[in-house]
């Protein structure tokens, strides 16, 4: 099946800890995301990666970072949370240049919470 | 980045029709208009796109205005199966904006028994 697969699904951490949210597809997409959502801002994107080793920065990418060196993988990567990261984050996948369709597949999210 | 306007909610009948609008008065040849949905705890899913001409998937209809400013998604019978959040985005070519996709508030859509 294909599918977006995100880890962990929840997690409450606190203040400072670092964390790895992973995000891995079987659809051999060129093209990954990560977005935040948050009540009243939609979603908003994070970071992108169009292909491996090339990432670029989103609409909010501070405090976060992401690596690329798979092409199935993308993971988020928080150094030092702050309370301000709580939030549901999705990952998302694309089939790449070359068509025009550009359907993004979402996982099913992961709730974050920093105190 | 080209800009989209929605409704913030709208709401409708079971089995009835649903149109919802979108504007997009900022948009470029090159962008196509994408749109999504978003059911209750889980992520968004695709739901249909187009660039001029009209179309039609198993899920929905897409009316593209001929000045391309404006669009309708188009649920032929609403079913309570139905009411999410529905997010109208544009998206670019590769070569363009493609990667960089921003998606608003969207319009809340409830279905009514």
């Known amino acids: 099946e294909a599918q977006v697969t995100q880890n962990p699904r929840y997690l409450i951490t606190v203040t400072g800890k670092k964390l790895t949210v992973t995000c891995s597809q079987n659809m051999n997409h060129e093209y990954m995301s990560w977005y935040r959502q948050d009540p009243g801002l939609g979603l908003r994107q994070i970071y992108y990666s169009m292909n491996v080793e090339v990432t670029d920065k989103g609409d909010v990418p501070e405090g976060y970072k992401v690596s690329r060196k798979e092409k199935r993988n993308f993971p988020l990567i928080l150094e030092s949370p702050s309370p301000n990261q709580t939030s549901l984050y999705f990952c998302a996948s694309s089939p790449s240049r070359g068509t025009n369709t550009g359907e993004l597949f979402f996982g099913e999210g992961s709730r974050l919470t920093v105190l | 980045d080209a800009k989209t306007t929605q409704p913030n909610s709208m709401e409708s009948n079971e089995e009835e029709p649903v149109h919802l609008p979108c504007n997009h008065s900022t948009i470029s040849g090159t962008d196509y208009i994408h749109w999504y949905r978003q059911l209750p705890s889980q992520g968004p899913e695709y739901v249909i796109h187009g660039l001029t001409s009209n179309v039609n998937n198993r899920m929905a209809s897409l009316a593209i205005a001929e000045d391309r400013k404006s669009s309708t998604l188009i649920l032929h019978r609403a079913t309570l199966r139905d009411a999410a959040v529905y997010y109208c985005?544009?998206?670019?070519?590769?070569?363009?904006?493609?990667?960089?996709?921003?998606f608003g508030e969207g319009t809340q859509l409830t279905v009514n028994p």
């Open positions: 985005i544009l998206r670019g070519t590769w070569e363009t904006s493609g990667s960089r996709l921003t």
